[in-house]
C-alpha cells in the first residue's frame, strides 16, 4: 500500500425513488456533489466544492453548473485523474 498524505472523499447524492424506478416521465439525477479533502498527517479536514476541485487537479470544467449530467461527468473526470495519478 502507498503512503498516502491525503485522501478525497466524494459523496454523491442523486434521486432516488423506493421501487428503484423513476416515475414515467422522471429520471435520476444528481441533486449535490460533496467533496471533503482530508490531510491524513495532520488531520485537517476542508470542504471544497466540484470545481474548485477540479481547478485544484488542472482539469477544464465542462457543461453547465449543477446541469446533472455536467456534474456527474466532471465527478467522473476528477476520479479519474485520482486514480490515473495514483492518489487512491
Not at 456533489?33 to 470542504?47: E, N
Request: hydrophobic share 45%; proline share 5%.
Amino acid at each position: 500500500m502507498k503512503n498516502l498524505k491525503k485522501i478525497l472523499v466524494i459523496d454523491v447524492e442523486a434521486t432516488c425513488w423506493e421501487s428503484g424506478v423513476p416515475p414515467k416521465g422522471q429520471c435520476k439525477e444528481i441533486i449535490q456533489i460533496g467533496i471533503c479533502p482530508i490531510d491524513l498527517h495532520s488531520g485537517k479536514l476542508s470542504q471544497v466544492g466540484l470545481e474548485k476541485a477540479l481547478f485544484e487537479c488542472d482539469i477544464i470544467w465542462s457543461g453547465i453548473p449543477h446541469r446533472a449530467d455536467d456534474d456527474a461527468y466532471n465527478a467522473a473526470a476528477l476520479l479519474t485523474k485520482i486514480l490515473r495519478v495514483g492518489l487512491v
